[in-house]
Nanobody, 116 residues
Framework: QVQLVESGGGLVQAGGSLRLSCAAS????????MGWFRQAPEKEREFVAA????????AHADSVKGRFTISRDNSKNTVYLQMNSLKPEDTAVYYC?????????WGQGTQVTVST
């Protein structure tokens, strides 16, 4: 049973930083790309960042490029999202994701709120 558990969200002032973690369990994840998505109130879920199984390839949405960095530690089955220079428009629930074959697995999400 694949499980993803996000942590690290919270309330931060604009310009501040947070580091999100996603702990995965249920199988070995080093073979799979993993990603972060976010969903703001009354908006659709959107892509934030993704990383290959080895960690050698990364992609970030244009809206977070240069401010957010995705990374992973396969020895811990954990994916991270370092978020710097946070803006109020980054306020959302952040979800960890791993697509395995035809199924997409999601965590429960962690709330990030950026105040002005």
């Amino acid at each position: 049973q694949v499980q993803l558990v996000e942590s690290g969200g919270g309330l931060v002032q604009a310009g501040g930083s947070l580091r999100l973690s996603c702990a995965a369990s249920g199988r070995t994840f080093s073979s799979y790309a993993m990603g972060w998505f976010r969903q703001a109130p009354e908006k659709e879920r959107e892509f934030v960042a993704a990383i290959s199984g080895s960690g050698g390839t990364r992609a970030h949405a244009d809206s977070v490029k240069g401010r957010f960095t995705i990374s992973r530690d396969n020895s811990k089955n954990t994916v991270y999202l370092q978020m710097n220079s946070l803006k109020p428009e980054d306020t959302a629930v952040y979800y960890c994701n791993v697509p395995i074959f035809i199924k997409w697995y999601w965590g429960q999400g962690t709330q990030v709120t950026v105040s002005t």
